[in-house]
């Protein structure tokens, strides 16, 4: 493709010779004959320090945010979104053939995307998906390590949806990637806000620049579905000129969900004097349901057809996730790891446990820590005994990330046990489960592997959890 093509759409700040370019790159690994070399500036290391030796490994050019002397560089304002414009064009602009759903907010997000992907397959749509599980071209899976993709792997997942005929593809938008520019050059049909609580203040800094990030989602789509009950709804909403739509349980709005039964199988309610049949219990699946459908609704759905077809949506891996197991207790994974997660999760549970809930939890290594003792009080106050344990240590000893989490659970009612093993803790929890009791292991939820120091191990509690009780 010639560098004027793969340029469009950028501020270009210098002159430069047309030539043909064979592929593009942010990644030194990654520099192949003939490509283009773009030097983004991270948190560890400065592309533009390798500019040279890219050329000296056969780059054609070199994409630069600071004047290098070199013959080759073509100058930019800012080298991470010309990145993500030129994967676009790499890919033929595909993205732009596709109606973009866009999901962002602290908590909810996968399971909302999924259901919306669920409901547009009932509505006779095929669609793609990109999250935080996995990514999706219709039926077809694919690994994933980031909520919202690298724009290199995002936008050739966009090419493969329109070459096999897609229409609408549903994502989640991550804060970091709004702040990393992943997602500059795309715009959205539908961007929908689920809620917004404590979490990735390690990277952000403030929960002002995690809302300001979150925001960009609504400056940058057609239509607007908002959560009129959090706080941060109408953040979302002012100032934008999408045309927006609201849902919600407390407050008055377009998408109102009311006489809200709970079962531990499902929720329904009534939705506009039509009865709501959702497949996945807790409060929160109301919220998450109640998104989906207005989020269906904003692309031209009639409300009728989209509440028939959400009766269809399936459960989604680690989200409430109930185990098959031969037991007279229920054992559930859930990915929650924040405090707004954790109380929700627990919740749920509650709402349909007979006897006593049991939590098992750790907090991530290396992450925001003022989030570990609000978890620990959290999980005490509404959990009848808790297992603290380790959930991705990284590089942090695990003890400590527990007495971090034990400082929250100072003075309460609740039996609190420490067993730094994530399977000890997870035998101990089973072995003390009763009849009528519910075993909720929280923070892995979907992901099949622990981070222990630098290392990613595999580690799936599904598999932990049916060897223990000798289902394997």
Do not use: W
């Not at 595909?94 to 999901?103: E, F, N, P, S, W």
């Not at 927006?244 to 109102?256: A, E, L, M, P, V």
């Not at 067993?419 to 997870?426: G, K, L, N």
């Amino acid at each position: 493709m010639l560098l004027s093509e793969l340029l469009k759409g950028i501020n270009i700040l210098s002159q430069y010779d047309d030539r043909e370019i064979s592929d593009v790159t942010d990644k030194t690994h990654a520099i192949s004959e003939g490509c283009a070399f773009v030097c983004v500036v991270g948190a560890r290391f400065d592309g533009h320090t390798f500019a040279e030796n890219a050329l000296k490994e056969g780059a054609k050019a070199v994409i630069v945010s600071k004047d290098l002397g070199l013959k080759e560089q073509i100058l930019v304002e800012n080298t991470r979104e010309a990145y993500a414009v030129m994967c676009k064009n790499l890919n033929e602009a595909a993205v732009d053939k596709l109606t973009l759903i866009g999901i962002t907010g602290t908590n909810g997000k996968t399971t909302t995307a999924f259901v919306i992907k669920d409901i547009l397959s009932q509505l006779g749509e095929k669609s793609g998906l990109i999250g935080t599980v996995k990514n999706m071209v219709g039926d077809k899976e694919f690994h994933t390590e980031l909520t919202t993709p690298d724009p290199y792997d995002m936008h050739k997942l966009f090419k493969m949806m329109v070459d096999d005929g897609i229409k609408y593809c549903v994502m989640e938008t991550s804060s970091q990637a709004f702040h990393q520019m992943r997602l500059a050059g795309i715009h959205f049909k539908t961007g929908a806000f689920t809620n917004l609580t404590q979490d990735h203040l390690d990277y952000h800094g403030t929960i002002e620049e995690y809302k300001r990030c979150k925001k960009t989602l609504f400056l940058n789509c057609d239509n607007a579905v908002i959560n009129s009950d959090d706080e941060t709804g109408s953040y979302m909403s002012d100032g934008i000129v999408a045309d927006t739509k609201t849902y919600g349980i407390n407050t008055h709005c377009d998408f109102k969900a009311e006489n809200i039964e709970y079962f531990s199988d499902r929720v329904e309610y009534s939705l506009n004097g039509k009865k709501v049949v959702f497949n996945i219990p807790g409060g929160f699946s109301v919220y998450n349901s109640l998104c989906a459908i207005a989020s269906v609704c904003s692309l031209g759905y009639g409300l009728d057809d989209v509440i028939d077809a959400i009766s269809g949506a399936g459960t989604v891996k680690g989200r409430l996730e109930l185990l098959k197991t031969n037991t007279e207790y229920g054992v559930i994974i859930d990915y929650a790891h924040t405090p707004d997660g954790l109380e929700k999760a627990i919740n749920a549970v509650r709402g349909f446990t007979e006897g006593r809930v049991i939590t098992l939890f750790g907090c991530g290594g290396d992450r925001d820590k003022t989030k570990r003792p609000k978890m620990g009080r959290m999980a005490t106050d509404l959990s009848d005994i808790v297992v603290v344990t380790t959930d991705n240590p990284r590089t942090e000893d695990p003890e400590e990330i527990i007495k971090d989490i034990l400082i929250g659970t100072v003075g309460s009612k609740a039996e609190v046990v420490c067993v730094t093993d994530r399977s000890e803790a997870i035998a101990y929890a089973l072995g003390i489960a009763q009849k009528g009791d519910t075993v909720l292991l929280a923070g892995k939820g979907h992901e099949t592997y622990q981070v222990i120091g630098k290392e990613r191990v595999h580690y799936d509690e599904r598999e932990v959890v049916a060897e223990i009780l000798g289902d394997k």
